[in-house]
């Protein structure tokens, strides 16, 4: 893939058809739901093969070195069509390990998510280790269900290790959307490490990609939401023609345009060389964007779908149980906002 | 054992001893605090007791089995339920058609279907929606003729909330389809054994069964089934709507949602968040604010008043409370907002339960929406769009 990154985008649009169908058909994502790791080992398996998960690999480890606007344009699509799957967590694993990301995770016969996060309400992720042994915890692990390795970034660099080996304990809570997020306790476990000095960096694109995973999923419940303004009608008239509606419509694609320029000038800036400082105010701002905006539109698009928004038979429903679910991973938007102002102090002095 | 003191001339103190006596004594081994609705199954040994008591219709007169408390007492009854999460009850005949009785329905009706209300016997389900005639609830299609001494009803009702629990439904119908849509509606008393009547559960967000559709297929109720004069049921099925307003405007949900995101916000360790304390503090006066306006409407249902289309901002107001409320919850919960169960098995600390529950409030009984449009032409007297 040695062309532009605009062809890099439609190809990777157009290779995403084969797990998000191009009528936005969600009969498998409602099937998935609920039912064993909440995801789909084969779809996983495909992405893989798709090279999804080898995004962020360098093209000497064998990966693709794709740019954040090419990974924004693949999430912006998996966010359109509710994909469940762990891809993101499986690319931030490629992208932390690169050479020494285990090969059945590169052929599909392994799934590996990253377990980076320390704690609630903190973006930390040093934790986890203690002198070349992990010991303590890491939470929140999306797609820790049904994962065969984890890596697991630490302040003694980034460790592979099995699901089943002694001494890792796997918690799971079902989540709103049909899957898991998981914690992992390790207790004084031996471990190899691979030194890594750009976990933050990482964590700042993952960050963004799943910005853009929000952005897909506003925009595609946003079009529904259009669609049934226009079909349903009250008091002999489409709803979709009542000014307050209209008015509030309007409102939520000024925000959906606001999170899309965000992302896509944020992606830009980082693919050309953006400083460490206005990289990581560019995620932060995209990310309290399009979290608030994916709460926007679940609340929005449940009003205006009337009781019918909160039956679970409706489509739009899973859009809302999505947003609910995702919204504050990666930073809720209030820890976004906390971010930002440590800037301001270290911009003060 | 019933109760027959006059609870009006008691201290408020006692009053509230007294009810938190009974409820931490009597509440049987059902889930508490509980956002989704219990069903009837779960819910029947404190409806029981509540009716033993003669304590489950607070706001109807004594001399018809109630407790006749005033406004300030009904408060501290609530206030009492809530902070021990005693569960809501199978409320519509209590809550709904046994004041409309009390004021729309013959003496017949009365002596005979208020007993069974507060007995348990019978357990109503209200059906107003179809599926085209939500916020155009006057655009109802399900029909009702007379056929000598019986209405013959076909159609459908939706959203009809614990429908399944229901042995008796209170429906809107049409019965005149050459007149004005508000003119030709009846208000019809069925029992949903009669043959004919079926139902369908539909799954709400929260995955539970709580509604469903109520289907109508020939049939029969004899003609005395009616509340009101034949054609007039929309003035009572407006009074119905004031009376659901004001329910659904009382600050407990909002309230409750407060305490809730007060124990998560320590959970979270944010309780001492300056920032956070700013919107706490903010949502806590409009709580406050809330219950003043509230205990206005109640005045006024007390004082046999009729409730005015103003009621609609008691609605307004609370119902996007709660929903500001639930939002502030979910952000505050950080990634926990996402979890489908309460973190720890503590359903108090559930966000998304909130959040969810929250949603409908601006939905039923009047969207948003056209309550505000029903602000703007009825008490403002701006003109109509």
Known sequence: MSETWQDNIQMIRDSARA???????????????????????????????????????????????????????????????????????????????????????TTGDAVIVTAWQDRSGSLEWHGGAAGSRLAG??????????????????????????????????????????????????????ADFVP??????????????????????????????????????????????FQSLQHRATEMKLQLELTRAAIEATARRIDTGAGAIERQQGVARCHLRAGSLAMLVAREAIQMHGAMGITDEADIGLYVRKAMTEANL??????????????????AA | MKDVRDYNAMSDGDFRAMVRDFVETEYPDIRRYSLSRLHWDEVKPWYRKLSERGWLCPTWPVEHGGMGLTAGKHLILIEEFERFGAARVNDIGPVMLGPLLLKYGTEAQKAYFLPKIL???????????EPGA????????????????????????????????????????????????QAGISFLLVPMDAPGVTLRPILNLELEAEFCEVFFDDVRVPADHIVGEVNGGWTAAKALLGHERVFIGAPRLSASALAR?????????????????????????????????????????????????????????????????????????????????????????????????????????????????????????????
């Open chain 2, 119 to 129: 007995s348990g016997e019978h357990i109503w389900a209200q059906g107003y929606s």
């Open chain 2, 261 to 385: 995101l007060e124990r998560i916000a320590r959970r979270k360790d944010v309780w001492q968040d300056p920032v956070f304390r700013d919107s706490f503090v903010a949502l806590r006066c409009d709580v406050a604010d809330l219950s003043d306006l509230f205990e206005t409407y109640v005045d006024k249902l007390r004082g046999g008043h009729e409730i005015g289309p103003d009621v609609a901002m008691l609605k307004i107001f609370q119902s996007e409370l709660y929903q500001r409320i639930s939002e502030l919850t979910m952000e505050v919960a950080g990634e926990e907002a996402g979890l489908r169960h309460a973190p720890d098995g503590d359903t108090r600390t559930h966000a998304a339960a909130v959040y969810l529950s929250a949603r409908p409030t601006t939905i039923f009984g009047g969207s948003t929406e056209v309550m505000r449009n029903m602000l703007a032409t009825a008490v403002l007297n701006l003109p109509r769009g």
């Open chain 1, 19 to 105: 797990i998000v169908p191009a009528d936005r058909s969600l009969d498998r994502i409602r099937k998935a739901r609920f039912h064993g790791a909440g995801y789909s080992r084969e779809v996983m398996a495909q992405a893989t093969e798709l090279g999804w998960p080898m995004m962020w690999l360098t093209e000497e480890n064998g990966g693709f070195g794709m740019g954040m606007r090419e990974v924004c344009a693949l999430m912006e699509e998996l966010g359109a069509g509710l994909v469940p799957e762990p891809i993101l967590s499986a690319m931030m694993a490629g992208a932390l390990l690169q050479e020494n990301l285990p090969e059945p995770a």
């Open chain 2, 134 to 181: 939500g916020s155009d609830l006057a655009a109802v299609r399900c029909e009702a003729v007379l056929d000598g001494d019986e209405w013959v009803i076909n159609g459908q009702k939706t959203w009809t909330t614990l429908g399944m629990d229901a042995n008796w439904i209170f429906i809107l119908a049409r019965t005149d389809k050459t007149v004005k849509k």
């Open chain 1, 196 to 241: 890594c000095g750009h976990v933050e960096a990482v964590i700042g694109k993952a960050t963004l990609a799943h910005a853009a995973y929000l952005l897909g999923l506003s925009d595609a419940a946003f079009a529904i939401t259009l669609d049934y303004l226009r079909i349903r009608e009250q008091f002999g008239r489409p709803i979709g023609s």
């Open chain 1, 137 to 190: 915890t890491k939470v929140y692990v999306s797609g820790a269900a049904g994962a065969d390795l984890f890596a697991v970034p630490t302040a003694c660099g980034v460790a592979v290790i099995h699901r089943d080996t002694a001494g890792l304990a796997i918690e799971t809570q079902e989540t709103l959307d049909g899957g898991y997020m998981g914690t992992l306790r390790f207790d004084d476990v031996a």
């Open chain 1, 330 to 347: 990666f930073g809720a938007p209030t820890q976004q906002r906390r971010r930002l102002a440590e800037f301001l102090t270290e911009n």
